[in-house]
């Protein structure tokens, strides 16, 4: 642990909620913030009752029309507004992450720079919203007929973010949502709540460029959060989170639009056709991607798939670059800290436990497998039984294991054995294998020559089978959030 003394306090005593724009400061309870490497309480925020919610709604649907009467120069210029003032406070909105998440102060600053890429992305977006002209006239039972497609704003929205990314996965949601025009009300997580707190602030701020009512940020309880996936009012859910919450919004959510990103356990393979002179450097990134911000991550590294000719030598460089990360756990406020506390003791136990069923079951543990409180050692596993969790589950935490291959057409059956298929990495200097592994491994993306745990913000960004439905990423969030609408004409422009 590092020995790294914190000075100072990182965020305020309290926040507002945003009902409608307005900030209300007071409501029957509140929702302490814990600081999740003290453990201490850091904040609290009043938390919206069912009548809250109800007026978010009404109140939604009246900023309907206003927000669909946007032009895109006025929408470029909130989201504009809004990264600026984001990289104004990128401190502030960094150490509140480090708080509210444990998350290292080096991987939050990571993620308030991808938010104001984010909401920069959705500003360009908002002036490309492009339609397309039709010829209809495809039989002479068509003669005159042409067509114009224009896209238009679905109407009130439900979003409901986790806590792992609780700045920039809100900012995937909120940007796309000003770009199409659509109000929203976004719950956020209940243990993270902060950052999402402090983007009302940057958003009251649009006010009256943005119209009044356009959104709604609302901490409540699971129970009254199931008005958001029920309600018809809404007319799309967009949802991050586990798989058995995400298919039970999508049961709930009647007529409605989902769009839902659940996780996954992603594969990494290294191949034979990789030159051995880029092995440390492909280590390093496999350890990156397993272990940083605590292996929560719904595209952290979890299983990697090693060919047998370069199976020792990288088995070896894995170890000894995951031990001095052992040292490197500590307050994540300091920045040489690599790993920090996971979200909850709960979860660090549950990682240990499954750690030591796969070890019961005769899996060798190479690095790490030890918690203290809630803290998890970067951990790596070999010889792992395909009946074990780490195998089949998504860990969600500071975990993966290696596995050997000969056969290139067979590890990619064995990438797709899982349940999940959101992202895979694959490293391989044939372009045969990796136009192979493109076409045929079950992942809504296929990374060549990097980790899984790539994610460029403008990218479409999604996974098939358990990892989820439809596409994020800004431009095809947008899509998502509007419908295609079209005009037919007959004999338009003959005089």
Known sequence: MSKFVRAGQYVKSSYPLYLGSKPITSSSSSLEVIDKFTNQVASKIPMADKEMIEQSIIIAQKACEPMKQLSAATKKQILLNIANDLEKRADEFAKAIVVEVGKPLVDANAEVGRAIDTFTCAAEESIRQYGEQIPLDISSRNLGFQGITKRFPVGPISMIAPFNFPLNLCAHKIAPSIAAGCPFVLKPSDRTPIS????????????????????????????????LSKDERFKLCSFTGSPAIGWKIKNEAGKKKVVLELGGDAACIVDSATQRSR???????????????????????????????????????????????????????????????????????????????????????????????????PTI????????????????GPVFFI?????????????????????????TDDIHKAYYAFNNIEAGAVVINDIPSVRVDAQPY???????????????????YTELKLMILKDIGKI
Not at 381 to 396: G, M
Request: with cysteine; charged share 20%.
């Open 196 to 227: 999402a707190m402090l983007l009302g602030e940057l958003l009251a701020k649009q006010t009256p460029l943005l119209p009044e009512g356009a959104f709604s940020i609302l901490p409540t309880t699971h129970q009254d959060a199931s008005i």
């Open 279 to 377: 092995l440390p450097s492909i280590a390093q990134r496999i350890l990156f991607g397993g272990f940083y911000s605590q292996g929560q991550s719904c595209i952290s590294v979890q299983r990697v798939f090693i060919h047998d000719s370069l199976y020792d030598q990288m088995k070896q460089l894995l170890v000894d670059g995951a031990k001095p990360l052992i040292q490197r756990m500590g307050d994540p406020m300091d920045p040489t800290t690599f790993v920090g506390p996971m979200i909850t003791e709960h979860d660090a136990k549950r990682v240990e436990s499954w750690v030591n069923n796969a070890v019961s079951k005769g899996a060798n543990v190479l690095v790490g497998g030890k918690r203290s409180d809630h803290f998890m050692q």
């Open 381 to 396: 596993l070999e010889n792992l039984p395909l009946d074990t969790e780490i195998s089949c589950k998504e860990v969600f």
């Open 403 to 427: 596995e050997r291959f000969n056969d290139f057409k067979q590890v990619v059956q064995r990438v797709n054995s899982s349940e999940f298929g959101l992202q895979a990495g694959v490293f």
């Open 462 to 480: 999604g996974g098939i089978k358990e990892s989820g439905f439809g596409r994020e990423g800004i431009r095809h969030t947008i899509e998502e």
